[in-house]
C-alpha cells in the first residue's frame, strides 16, 4: 500500500486554525456523520502573519462510531485504506537560532550597566539580552558575535536580530547587521498513526539508531540535508536542521518510511 500523494497548496494561518477547531470539535453522535480531515504542513507554520505551503485536503464523510476515540481510529483507518488521499501535517517550527555580527568591539559592561533585559555573566564573558517582541533571546560576545534564539520562523529571526543591532547602536556602539544566517531550526510534528519503533529501526539501519534504555526515541540521520528526525512511538517527531526548507524537505523524506511501520488502530 502507497502513502498518501502530496500536493502544493497556500492556506492562511486563520484558515488552518478554522479547520483544525472543525477537526477537535463536539464528537458525533451514533448514527451521525462528521466532516474531518488530516493536514500535511510542510512548511512554517506562523503565529502571527502570513501563509503555509499546505497540501490540498480531501473532506470525506465517515459514518461514527459511539464514542468520540472509536470515531477517530474510525477514520484513520477509512483515510489510511485509501491510497488517493492527501494527507496533511502541520509542521511547527518551535525554536529557530540565527547569529550575526557588529563588525565592532562591544564593551559588556556598558551594556549590563546601560541595557534594558539585560543579564551579565562575566564568568563566560558574555551578556543575555531578551526581547518581548518578537520572543527572542541574544547571546553577546565581546567580539560583536550575537546568537538570537527563541524565534519561531526566520523572518522573526531576522526581525528581531535587527532590533537587537539599533538596541545596541542607541548605546553607542557603531554596530554594522551583517553576516546574518540561520544556523539551526528545531520543529515538531505529529504523524496521525502511532509508529513500531523496533519494526521502524531495523527497516532503517544504519541509518536509524533506537537505545530505549537512554532515550525513548528512534533517532533517524538524513546526511544530505544535515537534518535529524527523533521519532516516538506515539507518532510524534521532532525535527533539527540548518534551515526551514531542509527540516520540511526531512519531514517529507521520512513519511513514506513512517508510514510502512505504522500501528494500526483495534
Known amino acids: 500500500m502507497c502513502p498518501p500523494s502530496f500536493k502544493g497548496t497556500r492556506r492562511s494561518p486563520r484558515q488552518l486554525g478554522k479547520e483544525k477547531a472543525n477537526r477537535h470539535g463536539d464528537a458525533s453522535k451514533n448514527g451521525e456523520t462528521f466532516n474531518a480531515s488530516w493536514h500535511l504542513n510542510f512548511a512554517l507554520r506562523k503565529t502571527d502573519a502570513g501563509t503555509s505551503r499546505v497540501v490540498a485536503v480531501t473532506r470525506r464523510q465517515v459514518q461514527c462510531p459511539g464514542s468520540w476515540h472509536e470515531s477517530v481510529n474510525a477514520l484513520v483507518t477509512a483515510f489510511l485504506m485509501e491510497s488517493n488521499n492527501d494527507v496533511a501535517l502541520d509542521i511547527i517550527i518551535t525554536n529557530v537560532v540565527a547569529v550575526f555580527r557588529t563588525r565592532c568591539h562591544l564593551n559588556l559592561r556598558t551594556i549590563a550597566l546601560e541595557g534594558t533585559n539585560v543579564i551579565y555573566k562575566p564568568e563566560v564573558g558574555k551578556v543575555l539580552m531578551k526581547l518581548r517582541k518578537p520572543r527572542i533571546t541574544a547571546s553577546i560576545w565581546s567580539s560583536g558575535k550575537i546568537i538570537c534564539t527563541g524565534a519561531t520562523s526566520e ?29 539551526n531550526v528545531l520543529a515538531v510534528c505529529s504523524m496521525p498513526f502511532q509508529i513500531h519503533l523496533i519494526e521502524f529501526t531495523k527497516s532503517n539501519r544504519p541509518i536509524a539508531s533506537y537505545e530505549p534504555e537512554l532515550h525513548p526515541a528512534a533517532s533517524y540521520r538524513i546526511k544530505t540535508l544535515r537534518a535529524t528526525v527523533q521519532v516516538f512511538s506515539t507518532g510524534s517527531i521532532t525535527v533539527t536542521g540548518p534551515n526551514v526548507r531542509q527540516v520540511a524537505s526531512a519531514v517529507e523524506q521520512i513519511y513514506p518510511l513512517l508510514f510502512e511501520c505504522r500501528k494500526t488502530p483495534r
Open 155 to 183: 523572518e522573526e529571526a531576522k526581525y528581531g536580530a535587527r532590533r537587537l543591532a539599533r538596541c545596541l547602536q542607541k548605546l553607542g556602539f557603531k554596530v554594522k547587521f551583517t553576516d546574518f544566517k540561520v544556523v
